[in-house]
Nanobody, 128 residues
Framework: QVKLVESGGGLVQAGDSLRLSCTAS????????MGWFQQAPGKEREFVAG????????YYASAEKGRFTISRDNAKNTMYLQIDSLKPEDTATYYC?????????????????????WGQGTQVTVSS
């Protein structure tokens, strides 16, 4: 049984940094492609970043490059999202997702339909 649990969210001020974590249970973590998505109030869930099982390849929504960094530690079954220079518009619930048997992950890491498992989300609120 695969379970994803996000943590690290909270109330922060604009300009602060935050590191979100996604810890997974289940076998085969190092082979899963994974991603981070954000959902702001009243908006659809949007892709933030994706990473292959090895961690060697990463993908970002074009708007997030530079402030967001995705990484993973396969020994700890954990994926991370570092967010720097936080802005009020980053306020959202952040979800992690996993694709258990990725095929051509590079073709569309932003596609939520490719992911098999989702966490419950962690709330990030940025005050100005």
């Amino acid at each position: 049984q695969v379970k994803l649990v996000e943590s690290g969210g909270g109330l922060v001020q604009a300009g602060d940094s935050l590191r979100l974590s996604c810890t997974a249970s289940g076998r085969g973590f190092s082979s899963w492609a994974m991603g981070w998505f954000q959902q702001a109030p009243g908006k659809e869930r949007e892709f933030v970043a994706g990473i292959t099982g090895s961690g060697l390849d990463t993908y970002y929504a074009s708007a997030e490059k530079g402030r967001f960094t995705i990484s993973r530690d396969n020994a700890k079954n954990t994926m991370y999202l570092q967010i720097d220079s936080l802005k009020p518009e980053d306020t959202a619930t952040y979800y992690c997702a996993a694709e258990e048997t990725p095929i051509r992950f590079d073709s569309d890491p932003w596609n939520p339909l490719r992911y098999d498992y989702w966490g419950q989300g962690t709330q990030v609120t940025v005050s100005s």
